[in-house]
């Protein structure tokens, strides 16, 4: 595998394959600032892509170019760059490191089958990592770890081997040992030496020997262990050495079902380790025939059995990425599973992200759609393509309708892949246009941008009439605010978020509402008398009519209740909607002449107010459960945090050998921002889940300052 000799460079031409096998499509994943885009841009120059690297401090590498990814200087969104290797194309997903770009991330994991974790030499491994490695160890997905940032003024290479190990695990073995300004390959027992850039091979220095010796031992052992040969390991115990092409060739196959995982150091600026790792991915990584095929379905929603990763099979693709713009338009990225596209063909595109998951920014739709442009992309380059055959990754132009997540299938054959699963966002930001004339614009602008993320959900709220984005984090919200603005243009102002609160009586209490206008002519006349009394939470409203003897005629008793209900909808006393309250209709006055519909709805408005008056009005706020997923050791830290947010703990339950969900009923008012500040705490350790509970009493304290704000 990686200790191979060949050196062969690429031709810098977008790769060319007519077979699945011939493919390798991997995913770029770690921190933030561990050196993934840097680490694909050495690899593109290593394979002949590029003569010479960009850098993200001058915003000139392949894979970050968006406009806030060069301000920002690092990745926000999942980016592709493709490079030949031993006549095989090697597919690069670029994913962002932070946090609230985890969408970007969670696509670029469905549109690989296998995974570089991109280590920093200077930082190790974080908990989201370690968590992410979890995740990919549930589905098998094949691995390997590159150390990176070995010239870094704090690196040490042994340090970060041995995070990496403990938190992945035993089966994490290095190939190679840095030296000098090479590698030397424990198998080969050879010294590769990058001078100027060229890989040569000589012997390694004799003081590595005692540290060859020992790696490669270990590394023996964990290949012959995962072999299928039962016969090996009797062999090498008895003193046998064991072939290196035996080695090599049982090696491969265990990276390529995910049971081994090879370690390959890594230095960007200078290439060391670059035509390694290139041949851990083209010999040791799966091609896509050998990767399981997402949930597929019918039309009718019937699962669908018998499709393989075959060009001439029907077609079957999925939409991993959109970026729409102004001037180009709309662009889909595509990862092809069965069949070929072919440019000018009409497919069928499906979404269904509402029927699998429920509420979603993303309407579900079927229709039919022309394929436009195909190109295959080198960042934001697009290289055209004749075909892109089942097993391969293409970008395709004015797809007008295609969304994040969609299917592509045969219009004749219409298929469905079961969305990958996203994060719910947390973090809500409410917004609204800072000039009344972008309020169109607006719309416009949040619609795209949500076709593009599926981790967006855009919500028009109907009692508090804001704009509510949901959003992943705050860096999250400052790329959706700044594409508004940059590619939209729309200016945006975030405004104080308003929780939906709910007003109700605290006790029974009368009103008299009388509406009386005379100013000559047709005057308005109407007056009545109600009784209110709270109800228990849930019991909505009721009106009852205890009129006697005509005093409000029966014609005007439902204006009495509609004028209520229109005051309830308004609020009495911090402009809120009124529940869980009795109105009964005890009497009233009316004119022959001037009484009227509108009259009594006046009356009972303000007979509502009147009776809020006379009693005490209190305020109901929503209450979330929450289920926080925390490490062991910070149970106590989010338990004493939630309490100071009102929290009211429930219990805790115990996940995984390390691991404990806490949960909590607490007021949404105190967890706006909880997002944020559970980051904050667990420095990213830990995660939470939120769903709404119920309405309860707001402490009279907090209720007082929303009454005086109002």
């Known amino acids: 595998m990686a200790d191979k000799a060949n050196t062969s460079q690429g031709t810098g031409a977008a790769p060319a394959v007519d077979s699945p096998a011939a493919i390798r499509n991997v995913v770029l994943v770690g921190p933030s600032g561990a050196g993934k885009t840097t680490l694909v841009e050495a690899l593109l120059v290593a394979s002949g892509v590029l003569s010479r690297p960009g850098t993200v401090l001058d915003g000139t590498t392949v894979c970050d170019f968006d406009d806030a990814e060069i301000r920002q200087q690092r990745s926000v969104g999942l980016s592709l760059a493709s490079l030949p290797h031993d006549d095989v194309k090697v597919n690069l997903i670029d994913t962002p490191g932070y946090a609230d770009f ?13 995974a570089l974790f991109v280590i920093s030499a200077s930082e190790g491994v974080d908990e989201p990592t370690k968590t992410l ?8 997905m094949p691995r390997a770890v590159v150390i990176t940032k070995l010239d870094h003024a704090r690196a040490n290479y042994q340090n970060a081997l041995a995070a990496a190990q ?24 050879t010294y590769y030496e990058y001078a100027d850039g060229k890989r040569s091979t000589a012997a390694p220095d004799e003081s590595h020997a005692d540290q060859i010796e020992e790696l490669r031992g270990s590394l023996i052992e964990g290949i012959i262990e995962e072999s299928e040969d039962e016969s090996l390991m009797d062999r090498y115990l008895g003193g046998e050495e064991i072939d290196q092409k035996v080695l090599i060739e049982d090696l491969e196959r265990a990276v390529a079902r995910g049971s081994f995982f090879p370690v390959v150091p890594v230095c960007s ?17 799966p091609s896509p025939p050998e990767h399981i095929l997402p949930e597929v379905y019918t039309s009718h929603g019937v699962p669908r059995q018998g499709l393989a990763c075959d060009p001439s099979g029907p077609l079957l693709a999925e939409v991993v990425k959109t970026t729409s713009d102004p001037y180009v338009g709309r662009v889909s990225l595509v990862r092809v599973f069965s069949g070929t596209i072919r440019p000018d063909t009409t497919v069928h595109v499906s979404g269904h992200f509402t029927s699998f998951f429920g509420e979603s920014s993303h309407a579900d739709h079927d229709e039919d759609e022309k394929i436009g442009t195909l190109s295959f992309p080198l ?24 969304e994040t997540g969609d299917t592509l299938s045969d219009k004749s054959d219409p298929l469905l892949l079961k969305p990958w699963t996203m994060p719910e966002p947390l973090l809500p930001i409410a917004v609204q246009a800072h000039a009344k004339t972008d309020e169109d614009k607006l719309g416009i602008g949040l619609q795209r941008l949500a076709a593009e993320d599926p981790t967006l959900r855009i919500e028009q709220n109907p009692e508090t009439h804001q704009i509510v984005l949901w959003c992943m984090g ?55 008398d109600i009784e209110v009394e709270p109800l228990p939470e849930g019991s909505d409203f009721e009106f009852v009519d205890k009129v006697v003897g005509g005093a409000v005629p029966r014609q005007f008793i439902p204006s009495v209740e509609k004028g209520v209900r229109a005051q309830m909808e308004r609020g009495v ?6 529940v869980d309250i009795r109105v009964t209709l005890l009497d009233g006055k009316a004119h022959s002449v001037d009484s009227s519909d509108m009259a009594f709805q006046m009356a ?4 509502l107010r009147e009776a809020a008056a006379a009693t005490k009005v209190s305020l109901l706020e929503p209450v979330d459960l929450v289920s926080v997923m925390v490490p062991d050791e910070l149970v106590g830290a989010v338990m004493s945090d939630l309490s100071g947010r009102r929290g009211r703990l429930l219990g805790t339950d115990k996940v995984g050998d390390d691991r404990t969900v806490v949960k909590a009923e607490v007021p949404q008012v105190e967890i706006t921002r909880y997002a944020i500040d559970l980051r904050s705490l667990s420095h990213g350790a830990a995660s939470f889940t939120r769903s709404f509970s119920r309405y309860e009493p707001m402490p009279e304290s907090a209720a007082a300052k929303v009454k005086s704000s109002s």
């Open 102 to 114: 985890v969408g970007e991330l969670r696509a670029g994991l469905r549109a690989a089958d296998c």
């Open 604 to 607: 009972g408005g303000l007979a």
């Open 474 to 528: 705050e860096a999250h919200s400052d790329v959706v605010l700044d594409g508004l603005a940059n590619r939209y243009g729309v200016t945006v102002d975030t405004v104080e978020l308003r929780v939906p609160l709910r007003e109700t009586f605290g006790g029974k209490a009368k009103g008299h509402g009388r509406h009386v206008k005379q100013s000559g002519g047709h005057g308005q006349y109407a007056v009545c």
């Open 166 to 189: 403990a938190a992945f695990g035993d089966k994490v073995l290095p190939l190679y040992l840095p030296a000098g300004d090479g590698l030397i390959g424990l198998l080969s027992q």
């Open 269 to 285: 600026g200078t290439g060391v380790g670059t035509q390694e790792l290139l041949e851990v991915m083209t010999s040791g990584f």
């Open 379 to 402: 960042g934001k380059l697009q290289r055209p393509a004749s075909a892109v055959i089942a097993g391969d990754l293409c970008a395709i132009g004015r797809l007008t309708r295609a």
């Open 573 to 578: 006393a911090a402009g809120y909607p009124m």
């Open 133 to 140: 490695w979890h995740e990919c160890d549930q589905v098998g």
